[in-house]
C-alpha cells in the first residue's frame, strides 16, 4: 500500500493549510500562510486545491480521481458532494469523532482493526459511512492506555454536527451527511472540478 511519508509541517506551508487542520498544534513561524510572491497560473491554483485536499485526507490520485467521478455522476453541486464523499471516509470519522489525533493516525489504527461499524470490525480506511452507522472502539482496543486516557480527559474536541459521540462508551454515531459548511479547513472545490472537467 502506497502512503505519503512527506514532511507534514513542510507540506502545510507549500499548499497554504494550516496544522490545526492536519490535526497538529504546531503552527510554522516561517511563512505560514505558504504564500509564495509568484503570481499563479490559473492552473497552478486548480492543482494546488486539489493537491491540498488529497494531502489534508491523505488520498493519493487515483482515488481522488474514482471519488470526483462518483460525484460527476450524483446530482447536486459536484465540488459539494466530492468533499462530503471524502468526509465520510471510516478514518475521517474516526478522527472527526475525536478517537485520533490526526488522520494518520486515524487511518493507522482502523488499518490494524481498531474500529467497529454497526458491530462488525471494519480495517479499511477508504470505508463509507452511511446515515445511522455506529462506529465504535473494539472491546479490546477500549482496553489500550490510550484510550482510557481519552474517556478520562476533559479536552475532548467537539464533533461536528452532522455525527454524535458518546465519550463514555467510546462511540460515535452518523446523524446525517456532512455539509459544505462542516470542512474544518478553507478549500474551493469549484477549482478542483476545473480542473478535472477540462
Known amino acids: 500500500m502506497a502512503k505519503n511519508t512527506q514532511p507534514v509541517l513542510k507540506r502545510c506551508r507549500t499548499l497554504g493549510v494550516t496544522p490545526a487542520a492536519m490535526g497538529y498544534a504546531k503552527s510554522s513561524k516561517k511563512n505560514p500562510g505558504g504564500q509564495r510572491r509568484a503570481k ?70 482502523v488499518n490494524h482493526g481498531h474500529f467497529t461499524v454497526n458491530g462488525k470490525r471494519v480495517n479499511i480506511p477508504s470505508y463509507m459511512v452511511r446515515v445511522g452507522d455506529v462506529v465504535a472502539v473494539c472491546e479490546k482496543s477500549a482496553q489500550n492506555a490510550f484510550y482510557k486516557k481519552l474517556k478520562e480527559d476533559d479536552a475532548f474536541i467537539a464533533a461536528p454536527k452532522w455525527l454524535d459521540r458518546d465519550k463514555n462508551t467510546l462511540q460515535g454515531k452518523v446523524l446525517a451527511l456532512p455539509a459544505r459548511d462542516d470542512i474544518d479547513f478553507e478549500i474551493a472545490e469549484h477549482l478542483i472540478v476545473e480542473l478535472y472537467s477540462k
Open 40 to 109: 499563479k497560473s490559473e492552473y497552478a491554483m486548480q492543482l494546488n486545491e486539489k493537491q491540498k485536499v488529497k494531502f489534508v485526507y491523505g488520498i493519493l490520485e487515483k482515488q481522488f480521481h474514482a471519488y470526483y467521478e462518483k460525484a460527476a455522476r450524483a446530482e447536486g453541486n459536484t465540488g459539494e458532494v466530492l468533499l462530503s464523499l471524502i468526509e465520510r471516509r471510516l478514518d475521517n470519522v474516526v478522527y472527526r469523532l475525536g478517537f485520533a489525533n490526526t488522520r494518520r493516525q486515524a487511518r493507522q489504527l
